[in-house]
């Protein structure tokens, strides 16, 4: 019988240990690995040790706001358009000074004369899409349309409509607003009544607001300044503790706010800050930008914006049968 068996009855002499009462064996404790005899004085090894942790990383952009610029080229924008402002109204000033017209006349002369204001206007748009076309196009080896926001309109059927939506909604929207400002008192002789009381300045100012407005103030308003903002804003809000969801939101809201208020802004002078129209165009301005943002590319704004000024400039034509019936006030 082997003495490991457990049917054996086991030892039973003087100084035996009955099975029934016998102690456990001690067992020898595993202690375990410390590291902080080992890492106590060699800091290198214990950062490498010590799991790295890092932020969530951040959501994607959309693809509207992903711009290859930041804030520095938003101020050296400014400047430019600043000094630019500045150098071409020197230059008016002094061509008419040659003109002989009084300092007190200089500015209604500026704003009524077709040539001087739709010639400096047309100057300023040059100036500020060389600007952007040089900085972020050239310097940087990119596109420049894509760059500033210019694809195309989404065609499935929850996508972000057709071509002639955009332009019959733009069309409605001047007549919108054009029945709102039938109620609005006017100033008298504002400057773009001046201008449309000839049949040369009437001309011109529908060829501008046609052909040259649309394009230029859609890429800088809701290709530049929009996505730059929103950009700026939902910045200020992550640093102020909003997640990047809610500061992106924030962002594009207060963009949208921001570019309609500027929009309408820009007008003023040429209804003569007449309130009541400013805050119409303000609104066109916003409405204008949230179709930049919900479809994601300028193509939708300008095409509401084409849409706007082109029902503007056919009615008119219409209203004046062909310009030969021009008001004089």
Request: hydrophobic letters at 50%.
């Amino acid at each position: 019988m082997s003495l490991f068996d457990d049917n054996s009855p086991g030892p039973t002499g003087h100084g035996a240990i009955p099975p029934s009462s016998a102690e456990p064996l001690p067992v020898e404790p595993v202690l375990a690995e410390q590291p902080a005899a080992t890492l106590a004085g060699d800091p290198i090894t214990y950062a490498g040790s010590v799991p790295a942790t890092f932020p969530p990383p951040r959501p994607p952009l959309p693809e509207d706001l992903r711009i290859s610029w930041s804030w520095p080229h938003f101020l050296l924008f400014l400047a430019f358009v600043a000094i630019t402002l500045l150098t071409v109204n020197i230059v008016v000033i002094g061509y008419l000074a040659e003109q002989h017209v009084t300092p007190k006349e200089m500015q209604r002369v500026a704003e009524s004369d077709p040539r001087i204001a739709i010639g400096s206007s047309v100057l300023i748009f040059g100036l500020i899409m060389l600007f952007l076309y040089v900085t972020l196009s050239v310097l940087r080896n990119t596109s420049f349309w894509r760059s500033l926001g210019w694809r195309e309109l989404g065609s499935s059927p929850g996508g972000k409509g057709r071509p002639w939506m955009y332009l019959l909604a733009g069309g409605g929207l001047s007549i919108f607003v054009a029945a709102a400002g039938s109620r609005v008192k006017t100033a008298d002789n504002t400057p773009i009544q001046e201008l449309l009381t000839s049949r040369n300045g009437a001309l011109l100012v529908m060829g501008m607001a046609v052909l040259v407005a649309p394009l230029v103030e859609e890429t800088v308003f809701r290709g530049y300044l929009y996505p730059t903002l929103a950009r700026i804003v939902s910045s200020v809000s992550r640093f102020l503790g909003l997640k990047y969801s809610v500061a992106d939101r924030v962002g594009v809201v207060s963009s949208i706010l921001l570019t309609g208020l500027l929009f309408g802004l820009l007008h003023g002078a040429q209804l003569g800050w007449t309130f009541g129209f400013v805050s119409l165009l303000v609104l066109v301005g916003i409405i204008f930008t949230f179709a930049r943002a919900w479809s994601g590319t300028v193509l939708a704004s300008f095409l509401l914006h084409l849409g706007y000024n082109s029902t503007i400039a056919i009615t008119t034509i219409i209203a004046t049968h062909g310009f030969t019936q021009i008001p004089t006030h």
